[in-house]
């Protein structure tokens, strides 16, 4: 029975994350970077020194573990069912989530729950639409979460070794669930008294380096320097590098967030090990979204609320183990459990208008007519699209070099973010000129092709709401 369950929450979590897909055939921004990496890779058998493909060239530093994975892959099975992909991920991370519940609890009901809630939580559905590598990191995660939670309040050197292993992975995976499995590993270890797990990060550092022959500490050059670019944003409103909340949209979100975990904790009178196991791991993410939410200086490490999204999988369980304890806690949680599965199905269906019509990430058949003509032509100078959003695609699609930079190639050219706009302080002649630009891809939502100024621009194809312009 419990495995029938199982596969079934796993099913209605991938229907769930494939619902923003159905009507879009290829959609992503990332996506097209990784699966470009993922080609270099499959080719070369090697990893770039810089990337080939952008304009400036800029180092090869970012985690490239999600692309070498995806080379593992043919090129054309890819190509046509990348889609689904990111929903099978979801299914598998599920079905994780269900498989710990069960087996901590032995309760049907909790690990059917717990598997409902992240499938219906909408910060998780919204990053889950297209192929990333925060996927393969959260699942990562998610079982350095699981093998502390068994370990309990003791030391034990298996988990402590498959920690340092997971940890290691995700270091050479993803940026910001490396930073979310340092908060993991320290909270955990301050809450529960088991202070050698802290160990476990340098250890994972050097085994990171060891794995990759060195090249981990060029991805953590990369990621300091992001970082710091984060940090400098700070301080320059024009320059938002990421779109975090606003004081008061923290403070709602870390409110109910922290207030439903205390519910939980007085929910429940007689914890086991295990239980306050997950309640440091819950605390632990919350720690660092508050930390990363309110105290300035520390929002250059992300967008607050993603910690938060690292928590679910305790946060979920707790919430099902409490509805099970007697008492006057039952009625509320139970009220506040349908209210949240509510919202969060209409939030859900709000993010799918929202992925329909974001159009720089939608490739589709007007932008592969286009993409298809610039197959057809020399391969000489550079590509600028407008807007950038549209840069990954391009260079996956075409193989043009793209005015683009990956990573922290940002600080080469801090004025392109968050995106190039029509600005008279920064002419696009001049971008064009310094760059060796040959060609624009323009999106008539982005502005009117007038506000460019280029007036020696020749319409080399128009489709659609593209126009390919020769400068």
């Not at 393969?136 to 079982?143: A, S, T």
């Not at 669930?177 to 802290?198: D, E, H, K, S």
């Amino acid at each position: 029975m419990a495995w029938i369950a199982a596969l079934t929450l796993s099913l209605i979590t991938f229907l769930i994350r494939f619902w923003p897909r159905v009507r879009l055939l290829k959609y992503g921004d990332d996506t097209w970077f990784h699966l470009l990496i993922a080609d270099v890779y499959r080719k070369e058998k090697a990893l770039p020194r810089k990337y080939p493909h952008f304009i400036p060239p800029s180092d090869s530093d970012y985690p490239p573990g999600f692309s070498m994975l995806l080379s593992l892959l043919n090129k054309q099975w890819l190509d046509r069912w990348e889609r689904y992909l990111a929903p099978a991920m979801e299914g598998v991370t599920s079905a994780a989530i269900f498989g710990f519940a069960f087996w901590l609890t032995h309760s049907l009901w909790v690990a059917s729950f717990a598997a409902l809630l992240y499938a219906l939580t909408p910060a998780v559905a919204f990053q889950a639409a297209s192929l990333n590598p925060r996927l393969v990191g959260y699942f990562l995660h998610l079982l350095t979460g699981l093998c502390l939670v068994w370990g309990g309040n003791e030391f034990h050197w298996a988990v402590f070794g498959i920690v340092i292993l997971l940890g290691a992975l995700i270091l050479y995976t993803h940026k910001m669930t490396a930073q979310a499995w340092i908060a993991l590993v320290l909270g955990y270890a301050l809450l529960q008294g088991v202070w050698a797990y802290v160990w476990g990060i340098p250890l994972a550092l050097i085994l990171a380096c060891g794995l990759s022959k060195g090249h981990y500490l060029k991805v953590l050059r990369g990621h300091i320097k992001l970082v710091r670019m984060h940090l400098r944003s700070l301080l320059d409103p024009a320059m938002q590098v990421y779109s975090a909340d606003t004081r008061k949209q923290a403070l709602i979100k870390g409110g109910i967030w922290a207030g439903l975990l205390l519910f939980f904790s007085a929910a429940i009178p007689d914890k086991s090990p295990a239980l306050w196991a997950l309640f440091a791991w819950a605390w632990s993410l919350f720690a660092a979204f508050a930390l990363t939410s309110f105290v300035r200086p520390l929002r250059c490490l992300g967008e607050g609320y993603r910690y938060l999204e690292y928590g679910m999988a305790p946060w979920v369980i707790l919430w099902g183990i409490s509805l099970l304890q007697p008492g006057p806690f039952r009625l509320i949680l139970g009220a506040a459990a349908i209210l949240y599965i509510g919202l969060g199905w209409i939030q859900i269906r709000r993010n799918c208008e929202v992925h329909r019509n974001h159009y720089p990430n939608i490739v589709d058949e007007d932008r592969m007519t286009v993409y298809q003509f610039m197959n057809g032509l020399a391969k000489e100078g550079g590509v600028l699209c407008c807007p950038s959003g549209m840069s990954y695609a391009t260079a996956y699609f075409t193989r043009f070099q793209v005015l683009w930079m990956p990573n922290s190639g940002w600080e080469q050219v801090p004025w392109l973010f968050p995106q190039i706009t029509p600005n008279p302080s920064l002419p696009f002649s001049g971008i064009v000129s310094q760059y060796g630009i040959r060609y624009i891809l323009h999106h008539q939502n982005f502005c009117k092709p007038a506000q460019l100024k280029l007036t020696n621009a020749e319409v080399l194809i128009h489709k659609g709401p593209y126009r390919l312009l020769k400068v």
